[in-house]
């Protein structure tokens, strides 16, 4: 195996692992609401601030108002990041295929 090739597969095991983390904090961060932390509390704050710019546009698209107050957002993040996953992992992993 070269350097490059070591390399490439290096980068996407961090970009999974990464993806990884960010499912985890927003898994956290929903079961959090459930519960109704204090706002102030710095952890809180730090879920909040990691979470909200993804979650903010797909709760435009997916109105708890229309579905009784049930927030699917974080459920549609969480679909829309293991499809990211997997589809690096393929287009990397898969040998391209002569025509």
Not at 36 to 53: A, C, F, K, M, S
Not at 61 to 84: E, N
Request: proline letters at 9%.
């Amino acid at each position: 195996m070269g350097f490059a090739r070591g390399f490439g597969f290096s980068l996407l095991q961090l970009v999974v692992g990464l993806l990884d983390l960010y499912t985890w904090v927003v898994v956290i961060r929903a079961l959090l609401s459930w519960v109704g932390p204090d706002p102030y509390n710095p952890i809180v704050r730090l879920l909040h601030q990691l979470t909200e710019p993804l979650l903010a546009p797909l709760r435009r698209l997916v109105s708890p108002r229309r579905l009784g107050g049930l927030d699917l957002s974080p459920l549609l993040l969480i679909l829309i990041i293991q499809f990211v996953r997997y589809g690096l992992i393929y287009a990397v992993t898969q040998p391209t295929r002569p025509f």
